[in-house]
């Protein structure tokens, strides 16, 4: 623990190897992301009424990356770590444990804790030729219709493919390969870690060849090959190579430039399914998705245009979506700052079509921009309230302003979600983000409001209002304070706020000793609830207690 508690006072340390050794000439950089958070719990034991706090416990967690780098080869290391503190009591003389961290299925140093080697991985280069990869590798094609696997660290997500990865260059053409197991992350960085399980390894097989500068455009060509393990396969994970192929994907993607004096992008995937498990059907049903989008420039005035069809394409995620993450996402069309519990649905929707259009004006200071979609969501059951099909019509009108005394960006707009039958779901929402002096000081303010209308469901839920407001003012270089507020009376939010019982308080204090470290203290409370980034929905919980955390960057 001693070189985590070092390198989070450090910060990323990159050196110079010197020497004729392998390592030889050689650069080592490594980073770290360190974290001690303090959970507070209202749970009390029976008998020990009296005693307040009781389940209170520390949590301390650790990303440790390592990269190694010399001439055209790239070594990489994530030790991922984390611990818990006062978790445990003596009751009658026999050892209690409050919550349970890690099972007897994963290794442990400790019962209270649990480390784990996350991602390895070697790099080759070959010039311009190409390059292979060996280990833990990210792999997208495309738009990200048919395969999506990134990490996606503003929700906590960070699975890999542990396997090979090749990318071959010539000419005018690239072909990319990649085959491997989902490697998901045991340890979260963010969200509290508890019963923590064996991975269970998903088989990708994908390839893609791109052809440039062909004719008007640019072309691609690309296939899948999934196969989900039905359970737990960690022991002898090769065991997924011999099993029945559940999923394929073939597509293809043209980007044309300057066509008929405007931009396009086009994307067409073709899903079969050898069985209806995935999809929830009887007998199986093959699937499609399309995207296109185009810009056009008029003068002071860009206009994009994008349009979808997504018809059993979430079909691939149905075994991955439970355990936190997503194997394929598309482009939504979605204003992923609101998104609600309710609208979260048709993020995921199985069976949807949409358009979204906007216009911003690119003359002045001011730049205000008006986006208009209209999506039609036919699929039924699944995440979804509503119990007949839905046309979702939503606005949104903003500006932004990059002067040299302040900056703003603001936005708002009204959803609508018109059902066929039972009503209409409604949405008005606000948000901005304002950068500004306060004499020689730098202040910054961002703040959000939405304000939702139930329909009519099976399950009726009482209207809600989110407000949630952030203000910090940089009083140095180095040292940075922001206040924090949440309030939510969203019915189905599963956190208490520590003011009112829906209100939320915090406060922070932001240190940057160098340019590539930034320590952070927090102390109060924030809410759970649905967060959205790159198509990808996760519905997060709250926090109250303290935090300290320590990252640094490359």
């Known amino acids: 623990m001693s070189l985590w508690v070092f390198l989070a006072v450090s910060g990323a340390v990159a050196a110079d190897l010197e020497g004729d050794g392998l390592f030889g000439d050689g650069q080592l950089a490594v980073s770290e992301d360190f974290e001690i958070r303090y959970w507070t719990s209202d749970r009390v034991l029976e008998g020990f009424e009296d005693r307040p706090r009781l389940f209170d416990y520390v949590e301390q967690v650790s990303r440790t990356n390592l990269l190694f780098s ?121 969200n509290p870690n508890l019963d923590i399980r064996p991975n269970v390894n998903h088989l990708v097989a994908g390839g893609r060849l791109d052809l440039y500068d062909v004719g008007p455009g640019n072309w691609g060509l690309h296939g899948v090959v999934y196969q989900f393990a039905s359970e737990d396969v960690t022991e002898d994970p090769l ?34 399914y050898t069985s209806g498990e995935l999809l929830g059907t009887e007998e199986a049903e093959d699937g499609l998705a399309l995207y296109g989008s185009t810009a056009a420039y008029l003068g002071a005035v860009t206009m994009f245009v994008e349009a979808k069809h997504y018809k059993n394409t979430e079909g691939v995620n149905a075994m991955t979506g439970p ?95 018109v059902r066929d039958e039972h009503g209409t779901d409604r949405l008005a929402h606000f948000d901005l983000a304002f950068d500004f002096p306060i004499g020689p000081l730098h202040g910054e303010l961002t703040a959000d409001y939405k304000q939702f209308w139930w329909g009519e469901n099976a399950n009726q839920q009482h209207d809600f209002q989110e407000l949630s407001a952030a203000f910090g003012v940089k009083l140095s270089h180095d040292w940075t304070v922001l206040l924090y507020q949440d309030f939510t009376d969203n019915p189905l939010i599963s956190s208490e706020g520590n003011l009112t019982e829906t209100l939320y308080g915090a406060a922070e204090l932001q240190w940057k000793p160098v340019s590539a470290t930034t320590v952070k203290a927090f102390y109060g409370a924030y809410k759970a609830g649905i967060r959205c980034a790159g198509g990808q929905c996760r519905n997060l919980p709250g926090f109250e207690g303290a935090r300290l955390s320590v990252s640094s960057t490359f």
């Open 239 to 272: 065991d997924a190579f011999s099993q029945d192929v559940d999923a394929v994907v073939v597509g293809a993607t043209s980007e044309l430039s300057g066509l008929g004096g405007l931009d396009w992008y086009v994307e067409g995937d073709w899903f079969h």
């Open 70 to 190: 010399k001439d055209a080869v790239q070594v990489g290391l994530q030790f991922d770590e984390v611990m818990l503190f006062a978790n445990r009591y003596y009751l009658d003389d026999v050892l209690q444990y409050e919550r349970s961290i890690v099972p007897r299925d994963l290794l442990s140093p400790a019962p209270d804790q649990f480390l784990n080697l996350d991602k390895i991985f070697i790099k080759r280069k070959f010039g311009r030729k190409g390059t292979v990869q060996v280990g833990d590798h990210y792999a997208s094609f495309g738009r990200g219709l048919a395969l999506n696997l990134i990490k996606n660290t503003d929700i906590d997500i960070d699975t890999s493919l542990r396997g090979v990865q090749s990318t071959v260059r010539q000419g005018d053409w690239q072909f990319t390969a990649a085959v491997g197991l989902t490697n998901q992350q045991q340890v979260a960085q963010d």
């Open 323 to 417: 355990e936190g993450y997503e194997l394929a996402s598309g482009p939504t069309l979605e204003y992923e700052r609101v998104i609600t519990e309710d609208s979260a649905a048709a993020v995921n929707s199985n069976d949807i079509s949409g358009v979204k259009v906007r216009f911003d004006w690119m003359k002045g200071a001011w730049v205000p921009h008006l986006e208009v979609s209209v999506s039609r969501d036919r699929e039924l059951g699944g995440l979804h309230f509503n119990e007949s099909p839905e046309t979702i019509v939503h606005p949104v009108l903003g500006a932004d302003h990059f002067g040299q005394t302040f900056q703003l960006l603001v936005n708002g707009g009204y959803r609508i979600d």
